[in-house]
């Protein structure tokens, strides 16, 4: 088992305030984080924009993206859509400093660029994390044994619904961030302000790790800070 930091406040905007100062005393100039998107972070996100501290140290930050959709269902904004909408332009982030995930190239392919590009800038200072209904961290979905690196998936019936209810039926496919390279991760801040997620929350902090509840590898980490309800 590793250090587990736990902070628990019923109001999602104190957790989000919580975090923010977190991190702003944690990073420096040149590290290089993994952020999430989802309505998780949007809270966070907003204080940052508000925060000139906070505007400065994350302009001087290097940033990997953790996750995409290979074909998002229609209308759906893609992941890299939405950092750039919700972070990377409102805080005038030099896209430099932004390795995104693209989604549109062979997906097989883009997995093997973006562990070469792992392995040359990485491992990151820090990892956001949120946490799924079914325990997934970023899209590494429940399973019998977990693939290294980062790799293709098809999302959990769980996952489609909680996020695209109209899309129940579909099959929906994603890049993913491996749990091994976030496990090489310095610090993760795992965000969870759901009341509802408390369960399965309490389940992947007991450990042992299950493959089948992917978010219980945390239970390992050697430096996980936990924001929750």
């Known amino acids: ?28 100039p040149e590290d290089l984080v993994c952020i999430p998107t989802g309505r998780s972070p949007e809270l966070l996100y907003r204080l940052v924009e508000n925060d000139p501290v906070s505007i400065r140290l994350w302009q001087q930050l290097r940033y990997l993206q953790l996750d995409e959709y290979i074909f998002p269902p229609s209308g759906i904004e893609s992941f890299r859509e939405s950092l750039h909408r919700q972070v990377f332009e409102p805080l ?39 946490l799924g209904s079914n325990g997934h961290i970023a899209f590494n979905e429940p399973c019998d044994a977990p693939r290294s690196g980062y790799h293709v998936v098809d999302l959990s019936p769980m996952t489609i619904h ?28 795992l965000l969870v302000p759901q009341q509802e997620k408390a369960q399965i929350l309490d389940r992947c902090l007991a450990g042992p790790h299950d493959p089948q509840i992917p978010a219980s590898m945390l239970h390992e980490h050697p430096d996980l800070h936990v924001y929750r309800y």
């Open 92 to 130: 005038e982030i030099s896209p430099d400093r932004i390795h995104s995930i693209e989604a549109t190239t062979d997906p097989e392919a883009e997995t093997k660029r973006l562990d070469t590009l792992f392995d040359e800038i990485g491992p990151p200072r820090a990892v956001i994390l949120g």
């Open 162 to 189: 909680d996020n695209f209810p109209e899309a129940a039926h579909e099959k929906i496919r994603a890049i993913t961030i491996g749990l091994d390279q976030l496990q090489r991760s310095e610090r993760i801040y």
């Open 1 to 28: 088992m590793g250090r587990i930091t736990t902070i628990r406040e019923s109001d999602p905007a104190a957790l989000a305030d919580r975090l923010c100062q977190d991190l702003r005393d944690h990073l420096q």
